[in-house]
């Protein structure tokens, strides 16, 4: 474990290589079967109801109608969620094909919003819990094989998959801090 700036760092995110691989996983990290959806924060739940309406460009009437009569996210104050349907899917996956996307990141990309996503979803496989302070670790799932697979090949290690999510996280210093502690110490061992 390393501490870059009160955050405790989990060096398998710095060892590890992944690199997702969504034809072969379907976009799984979408729909694992559970009663909760991605974890959100507080403070993003009015940055996704500003994006409702595009997101419902791309949703199915069941997801939009789920939306309509549930809303989008469950819970308490922090431990909030997005909403589940059928204990499976993410009340904010659209299908491409067999792939399962996110509405919400598809609008962003399309340009009709500034949200992305849920940072818990920008940051995956990261999961971020709090023991007096931020502790990042990287969360194993059998689903996610394949990126491990393909981390391998490109040689890709998890800090660098999800640098985008890291920085909106932490900062680019911070990022900085931690790109070059693992540059020095982790690829001597």
């Given at each position: 474990m390393i501490l870059i700036d009160k955050i405790l760092v989990n060096e398998?995110?710095?060892?590890?290589?992944?690199h997702c691989d969504v034809k072969q996983c379907e976009g799984a990290c979408c729909t694992f079967k559970s009663e909760f959806g991605a974890p959100i924060i507080e403070?993003?739940?009015?940055l996704i109801e500003e994006m409702l309406p595009v997101a419902f460009e791309y949703l199915t009437k069941k997801s939009i109608n789920v939306i309509k009569s549930k809303g989008f996210?469950?819970?308490?104050?922090?431990?909030?969620?997005?909403?589940?349907?059928?204990?499976?899917?993410?009340?904010?996956?659209?299908?491409?094909?067999?792939?399962?996307?996110?509405?919400?990141?598809?609008?962003?990309?399309?340009?009709?919003?500034?949200?992305?996503?849920?940072?818990?979803?920008?940051?995956?496989?990261?999961?971020?819990?709090?023991?007096?302070?931020?502790?990042?670790?990287?969360?194993?799932f059998s689903e996610c094989t394949p990126a491990l697979k393909l981390g391998d090949r490109k040689g890709t290690k998890i800090y660098q998959f999800v640098k985008d999510g890291l920085i909106r996280a932490y900062g680019e210093d911070w990022y900085e801090i931690l790109d070059t502690y693992a540059q020095t110490h982790i690829q001597e061992k």
């Open positions: 398998e995110i710095l060892e590890t290589n992944f403070a993003e739940i009015p996210y469950e819970g308490t104050p922090d431990n909030y969620s997005t909403v589940c349907i059928d204990a499976k899917d993410c009340v904010f996956v659209y299908y491409e094909g067999l792939i399962a996307k996110c509405a919400l990141e598809r609008a962003y990309f399309d340009g009709k919003g500034k949200f992305r996503k849920p940072l818990s979803c920008h940051l995956f496989p990261i999961r971020v819990s709090d023991f007096g302070g931020e502790y990042i670790f990287y969360s194993q």
